[in-house]
């Protein structure tokens, strides 16, 4: 079984899959995306986060189209957007994108605790942090 494989059972074991919509946005960015030069474990966070909403997928699924044609090696010009997205984006949704940015920096992530964030947000974003423990321990072996 191969790491992308490895990936996607750990996550079902889990239970982290919200649904059968989520686990096929996660695995069509992970199938197309994961051997490109610019994969880490870091991205592979973003992906799983990305792909809760259609909304989100198509952001993620559109930068990494762009990131694929530009033969990038890294992503740090998809670091670079996530900061101007979160500094255009209402609260809730700018802790969402520095959580991504956490995910690609590969650091831990503080939530800003003066901001009130709405329950479904905050459920999101729990998940993608426990989804992230076990992406690490995936690419850690």
Known sequence: MNE???????????????????????KE??????????????????MYLSAWDEEHFGIMLEMLMSMSLGMETDTGDMRVNGEILASEQPDAQSEVYRLSNAFLDDRPFERNEELSLPSDILYIMGQALKAAEVIDQVFDR
């Open 29 to 46: 960015l992970l199938d197309c995306y994961g051997d490109c030069p610019f994969f880490t474990r870091g991205l592979c966070k973003c």
């Open 4 to 26: 992308k494989d490895r990936c996607i059972a750990a996550l079902e074991a889990a239970k982290l899959f919200e649904d059968s919509w989520h686990r096929t946005r996660f």
